[in-house]
């Protein structure tokens, strides 16, 4: 691979005598990588079902090379959303914000949801996840990565980090910030990056950085971790924007993360000599099997307050609980024919329904996040999308098939992976149903893979009627 003249002088100021070891990384070829969704299915179950072969990646407990010709992505385990495909060295800086159930968290520049799929998987449902992303068109990937992950508590937000500061002042326990930088440490991985380098870039994207974690930093709460991260060498977008934060906000602290063989630590001198610095981490090609990456974990000073919880929630549930022996919710979400539909759906479904969350727009049920969420911003999604009210029936979303078990659902058609009709239903096709799998019986049929939820059917007479998301179908 032909570097840029420019970018090899700076690398071997750099690097010095490593950088020949450097320069040979880019000779070798990439790697692959997976990631495996826990919301879902453990890691070691996993490693005993898929049929890849799999390596462990040393700094992420979930994480696994792959061989390319696995080909992972055309495999129905990738649509139960078992995994995410990810490359390795981008797998470690969700996994060192230390994100808890219950927990407040923004991945501020999100598509197309890498990272947030992690992030939202740590979070098992509890607590908020706001996945941002300033552009339009890469919100259609990102929710559909939630979506098939099985996240239940995200808000979808398209949005400039400036109104979402002036909306969430203080309110985030932990901030992911992995920033649009130059992505040097890409070239390899995708060649189109280094078609587009140019000098001048670096520059241009550390001014976008420095914006960006000014307004990440004012929707921290005091106490609350920060982790920024990049797919760049290049210093000023690195330790320089980590530096330049530092300097204008002293109640910032760096912070150790844990470590791997081959990681190296930041160093101060390239962000302007500022203390701490030596505890960001950087992952070089020739010292990791993986791309170029860099993060810092930055704390906010202070000890926030117990967060309140949403009045509007307790009101809810409230009023809920001194109707539930008569009703199942609250008379203003539905009509009553409305509500029998639904129920009638529900009454098969073992899922934690916060039924005080649920809110109807329009025909569509909603279960929304359990933390307060401000109005006035742009969003594509506000938590779990149930299904729509038609007239005479309640049909289920393809959302909650996946954030479905197999065992919470009264009627499932489990297919093995190497089901011809697996395919089928992935294609979008109908499904002849055999007597031994209930084909006497009809209604909605959660379709399955080895016991993981693919999406939905309606049994009619023997023949499975797909009901999976024409937009998500393979070819």
């Known amino acids: 691979m032909k570097l840029p003249e420019k970018f090899e002088e700076r690398m071997k100021g750099m690097l010095g005598e490593e950088y020949d070891q450097f320069a040979a990384s880019y000779e070798k070829p990439r790697t692959w990588g997976l990631r495996v969704n826990t919301l879902k299915i453990t890691p070691e179950e996993f490693v005993r079902i898929a049929p890849f072969h799999l390596k462990k990646i040393p700094w992420v407990e979930n994480g696994f090379y792959y061989r390319e ?31 808890r159930p219950g927990e407040r968290v923004l991945d ?15 979070l098992r449902g509890r607590g908020l996840l706001v996945s941002n992303d300033i552009s339009g068109p ?8 939630i979506e098939v992950f099985g996240i239940t508590n995200a808000f979808l937000t398209n949005e400039e980090p400036e109104r979402l500061a002036r909306r969430f002042p203080e309110y985030f326990d932990k901030i992911l910030v992995d920033a649009p930088c130059s992505g040097e440490g890409m070239f390899r991985k995708e060649p189109a990056m280094l078609e587009a380098w140019t000098p001048d870039k670096t520059e241009a994207c550390a001014g976008m950085q420095a914006k960006i974690l000014d307004e990440a930093v004012k929707m921290l709460r005091p106490g609350g971790r920060l982790l920024y991260s990049t797919c760049t060498f290049a210093p000023t977008e690195n330790e320089g924007s980590v530096g330049r934060i530092l300097a204008r906000c002293p109640e910032l602290e760096p912070e150790e993360m844990p470590s791997c063989g081959g990681f190296a630590p930041g160093a101060p001198e390239w962000g302007g000599g500022c203390p701490g610095l030596e505890k960001s981490i950087r992952l070089w090609p020739h010292r990791v099997n993986g791309e170029g990456h860099y993060m810092a ?27 539930r022996k008569q009703e199942s919710f609250n008379d203003s979400l539905m009509d009553g024919e409305q509500r029998k539909l639904f129920d009638d759906f529900i009454f098969h479904v073992d899922f934690p329904f916060a039924r005080e969350r649920l809110e109807v727009r329009g025909a569509m049920v909603y279960m929304l996040p359990e933390a307060d969420i401000p109005r006035g911003l742009s969003f594509v999604r506000n938590g779990l999308l149930v299904g729509e009210l038609k007239k005479g029936r309640f049909e289920p979303s393809q959302p909650l098939a996946m954030a479905l078990k197999a065992s919470q659902y009264d009627f499932c058609l489990n297919l093995p992976a190497d089901d011809p009709r697996t395919g089928q239903y992935l294609r979008g096709e109908t499904l002849q149903v055999t007597s031994s799998e209930g084909a006497g019986g009809k209604g909605w049929r959660l379709v399955c893979v ?16 797909n009901k999976y998301l024409s937009g998500w179908r393979s070819n």
């Open 69 to 99: 010709e696995d080909r992972p992505s055309r495999h129905p385990y990738y649509f139960a959303g078992l995994y995410y495909l990810q490359e390795p060295s981008a797998m470690a800086p969700a996994s060192r914000l230390d994100v």
């Open 138 to 145: 890469r919100m259609k990937g990102l929710l559909k990565n």
């Open 450 to 465: 080895d016991g993981y939820p693919l999406g939905w059917g309606k049994l009619v007479n023997g023949v499975l009627r």
């Open 297 to 323: 974990l930055l704390r906010k000073g202070g000890i926030a307050p117990e967060i309140a919880v949403c009045d509007k929630w307790q009101r809810r549930k409230k009023d809920h609980q001194k109707r």
């Open 108 to 122: 501020l520049c999100a598509a197309p949801g890498g990272k947030s799929t992690e992030l939202g998987a740590r």
